[in-house]
């Protein structure tokens, strides 16, 4: 299979912590990587692999895989944390990337 | 500062052809797999096609094999993108983006800003 699913929308208080799921076969086998997309902007990778996170991007943000399951948690989410955020991953065979169809979060 | 650039983008008929271009600068585009991801208007990401570091190895999303053609000038730190046959639900913000690896997995850590196509009559 080469779908990875993300509910469209979650919301959050304003320094409260809130998860994003993707949800695919190909995650038994391989890592998920996050990007946040703000309005009229390009993706910026916010965490990959064995929760790793690029430089500059706050330890508020953490990742985590269990079977065909990654989330993005974000601890402590800010007003600037308002996004879609989208998760990827190659798909079974491994040859293809696919990208979650992206988690709107709003920062109440 | 490492930057990608993309270009190409346009209007066009269904039928009809484009091809996008993407410039890297500031680091060394020979190193790096390329890959071209799309989003149509309000949509969400979709990868597209991508190239290893040599252009030994090519791959394309179903609905764009045998349409599209991906392709590299490492010389001149550029990636291509030949799209014909051209349809109404190519319609979309191209980037191109940059996969980066490490004993954790691959991402694409390095974006342009996109280049539009619209495909319409």
């Known amino acids: 299979s080469s779908d990875l699913t993300q509910d469209p929308a979650v919301s959050v208080a304003l320094g409260q912590t809130v998860r994003i799921t993707c949800q695919g076969d190909s995650l038994s086998n391989f890592y998920a990587s996050w990007y946040q997309q703000k309005p009229g902007q390009a993706p910026v990778v916010v965490n990959y692999g064995k929760n790793r996170r690029p430089s500059g991007i706050p330890d508020r943000f953490s990742g985590s895989s269990s079977g065909d399951s990654a989330s993005l948690t974000i601890t402590g989410a800010q007003a600037e944390d308002e996004a879609d955020y989208y998760c990827?991953?190659?798909?079974?065979?491994?040859?293809?990337?696919?990208f979650g169809g992206g988690t709107k979060v709003t920062v109440l | 500062e490492e930057q990608l650039m993309e270009s190409g983008g346009g209007l066009v008929k269904p039928g009809g052809s484009l091809r996008l271009s993407c410039e890297g600068s500031g680091f060394n585009f020979i190193k790096h797999t390329m890959t071209w991801v799309r989003q149509a208007p309000g949509q969400g990401l979709e990868w597209v096609s991508s190239?290893?570091?040599?252009?030994?190895?090519?791959y394309y999303t179903d609905s764009v094999k045998g349409r599209f053609t991906i392709s590299r000038d490492n010389a001149e730190n550029s990636l291509f993108l030949q799209m014909d046959s051209l349809r109404a639900d190519d319609t979309a913000l191209y980037y191109c983006a940059r996969e980066d690896y490490d004993t954790s997995g691959d991402f694409f850590d390095l974006w342009g800003r996109g280049t539009l196509v619209t495909v319409s009559s």
């Open positions: 190239i290893s570091a040599s252009g030994s190895y090519i």
């Open positions: 990827s991953s190659r798909d079974t065979s491994g040859n293809h990337l696919v």
